[in-house]
């Protein structure tokens, strides 16, 4: 299913007018056309609910709560889609006192426009200001002396880099997922949390094509050559005279890579397993299946080993350490180190602890 287009029929157009007009009133219609800025890949329609009449709480009974969340969220953004806009008051004060100058900022919202159905960010909608005129004093009630660091731009999450791809024309809605699992998969970037983390091979690769390839490694050559696809797939240029202009330069550039790029040695992470062929001290590697030990001494030694996490709460049976393991379903369980072969039976899908937790708050809520 493609939902990238924002390309919508008469039919639905019609519908969502009358729906709009008749629940909000005529002014919070507005007949909108979205540019798409290449149509030659999108898809011939958005997605949009097929009846508007049916409103999100109208059928809430019918839904389970999954399929109600997403209906609504497919219908207020269809429906918003096709509303005017919303209207704020602004104002920006500047405060004289002594030598010092305070600026504040406030908007007040004026219209709600498409607001009345859907908003993002509730606190955008009013940081409103007391009414102010020029030339007016102003008491101080209280200062609050306060020290702010410039903080580093947050890192991105999967959400804001398609924002800042799409914002700087780079690649295309169906090709922003595939970007990330691949950037994943190669381990040039890690998850944590939701946040995306460049891995210092990411870094050592990023660093070694921007100084290599200064032409293309950069945002504006990635847009560039989009737009001149576009033109190839629209006739108006000669794919062999697009990537003829491209290839020449690019050829050179490689070459003098090839010769002159350096052999990066990552280092590597030891861990504190010794070898139990060869007693060296293991090294993480990272395979298709995640993380494993491999010994240093290979090709000598090619003795692996897989990683296994355990985590500092004991064993609740007998305070062996406990491992964390994953099922083939992915699922996480924690197992004891001495079960089976020493003779203890613990086996848990959540935590010790949190079990222990999880139990005193059933027998108190039985009281
Ligand atoms: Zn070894
Ligand atoms: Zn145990």
Not at 71 to 89: E, G, K, P, T
Not at 211 to 234: G, P, Q, R, W
Not at 236 to 244: A, D, L, P, S, V
Request: glycine letters at 4%; hydrophobic letters at 30%; aromatic letters at 10%.
């Amino acid at each position: 299913m493609r939902t990238d287009s924002t390309r919508i029929s008469e039919v639905a157009r019609n519908a969502a007018k009358k729906q709009i007009e008749e629940v909000y009133g005529k002014n919070y219609y507005e007949n909108r056309y979205y540019k798409t800025k290449a149509d030659s890949q999108d898809a011939h329609e958005g997605v949009r609910p097929t009846y508007v009449e049916l409103t999100p709480d109208s059928i809430k009974s019918n839904l389970t709560n999954d399929q109600y969340k997403l209906y609504r969220l497919i219908y207020n953004r269809f429906i918003a889609s096709q509303m005017a806009n919303a209207v704020f008051d602004t104002m920006a004060v500047d405060i004289d006192a002594g030598e010092y100058n305070f600026k504040s900022n406030g908007q007040k919202l004026k219209f709600k426009g498409f607001m009345a159905v859907y908003v993002e960010n509730e606190e955008e909608i009013n940081q409103s200001l007391p009414e102010l005129e020029v030339g007016e004093e102003l008491k101080k009630e209280k200062l609050e002396p306060k020290q702010s660091f410039t903080e580093p731009p947050p890192r991105y999450t999967e959400a804001s880099l398609v924002k800042t791809l799409e914002e700087n024309g780079i690649g295309r809605p169906s090709t922003y997922s595939p970007t990330i699992t691949t950037i994943l998969e190669r381990r040039y970037i890690e998850k944590e949390q939701k946040q995306l983390v460049p891995t210092e091979l990411g870094r050592v690769v990023n660093n070694l094509l921007i100084n290599s390839f200064e032409d293309i490694m950069n945002v504006d050559f990635t847009a560039d050559i989009e737009k001149n696809f576009d033109d190839i797939a629209e006739g108006k240029e000669e794919w062999k005279e697009i990537i003829r202009e491209f290839y020449k330069p690019f050829s050179v550039e490689l070459e003098k890579a090839q010769k002159e790029l350096e052999q990066v040695q990552l280092t590597e992470e030891v861990s504190d397993v010794p070898c139990d062929k060869c007693g060296r001290m293991m090294v993480v590697k990272y395979g298709r299946y995640g993380k494993f030990l491999a010994c240093p001494g290979y090709p000598e030694c090619k003795n692996t080993k897989p990683i296994i996490e355990t985590i500092k709460e004991p064993c609740p049976k007998c305070g062996g350490k406990i491992q964390v393991r994953k099922s083939k379903k992915g699922r996480k369980f924690y197992i004891c180190e001495n079960n089976p072969n020493n003779g203890c039976d613990y086996i848990s899908w959540n935590k010790p602890q949190k079990e222990k937790e999880a139990k005193t708050k059933k027998a108190k809520s039985k009281k």
